[in-house]
């Protein structure tokens, strides 16, 4: 008997990014996202499908065997793993590949009018708001900076503008929103891509199908094709 098995992703860059991936598995998801409302969609795979959830619960659907694979930003499995007390892959997550896609950077950024620099010379006790608290805590850690952690969930850009903070750590792709609220990147933190993550547990029972997709994915990501 053909066993289900189910592909968790979140909407938007990952799902639009994902596709070709997919296609080159020889799935094809049958329903557009944007369009339907439904969160199972169904592929041209009788015993694929793939599920819609949010972009932060990815993990946790894989972890927990809701969904036998998955595909998640980094930042979203770093803070992921911190909620369950560890460094990344701890929380039981199998994480065979980066499929470098909905690649961007995890940055600090400031007002410009922010003398970032001279504040950390002079030792000085920093507000961070930031959704990416474990990343945000690492790295400060790691520069010896003292700061005060304010945990956000969106629009992260509007900590400094209104006083709340004095600088965010958020993701940065073309830069665009960072310009259009007067802000500047001011450290690089790290780089991130999207990760393709699998239950252990379903790595064992559906070896053949799960490898299969592996496969087709690496054969299909930019550094195997040049
Ligand atoms: C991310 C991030 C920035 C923006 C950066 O938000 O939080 O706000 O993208 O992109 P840019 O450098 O190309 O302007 P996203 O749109 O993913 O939504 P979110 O706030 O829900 O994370």
Redesign the pocket.
């Known amino acids: 008997m053909t066993q289900t098995l189910t592909l968790a992703l979140s909407k ?2 990952i799902f639009d990014e994902t596709l070709p991936l997919l296609k080159a598995a020889g799935i094809e998801v049958l329903e557009d996202p944007e369009t339907s409302r439904k969160l199972i969609l169904p592929t041209n795979q009788p015993h694929v499908r793939v599920v819609l959830v949010r972009a932060t619960d990815v993990p946790t659907y894989v972890q927990y065997g809701g969904a036998d694979l998955g595909v998640t930003g980094l930042d979203t499995l770093i803070e992921h793993n911190s909620d369950w007390g560890g460094s990344a892959g701890s929380a039981g997550l199998y994480q065979p590949l980066d499929l470098q896609i909905a690649k ?1 950077r995890m940055s600090v950024a400031v007002r410009a009018d922010f003398d970032y620099v001279a504040k950390v010379k002079q030792g000085a006790r920093l507000k961070v708001a930031t ?1 990416y608290v474990a990343i945000a805590r690492e790295f400060f850690a790691s520069k010896g900076v003292h700061v005060d952690l304010v945990k956000l969930y ?4 509007l900590a400094p503008l209104t006083g709340l903070a004095d600088a965010i750590v ?11 609220n007067h802000l500047v990147e001011v450290e690089r933190i790290m780089d991130i891509s999207s990760r393709l993550v699998v239950n252990p547990a379903a790595l064992k029972m559906k070896q053949a199908d799960i490898r299969r997709i592996i496969d087709a994915f690496s054969a299909a990501l930019p550094a195997a094709k040049s």
């Open positions: 938007g860059r961007c959704k969106g629009s992260m850009e958020d993701l940065v792709s073309t830069g665009n929103t960072l310009k259009a």
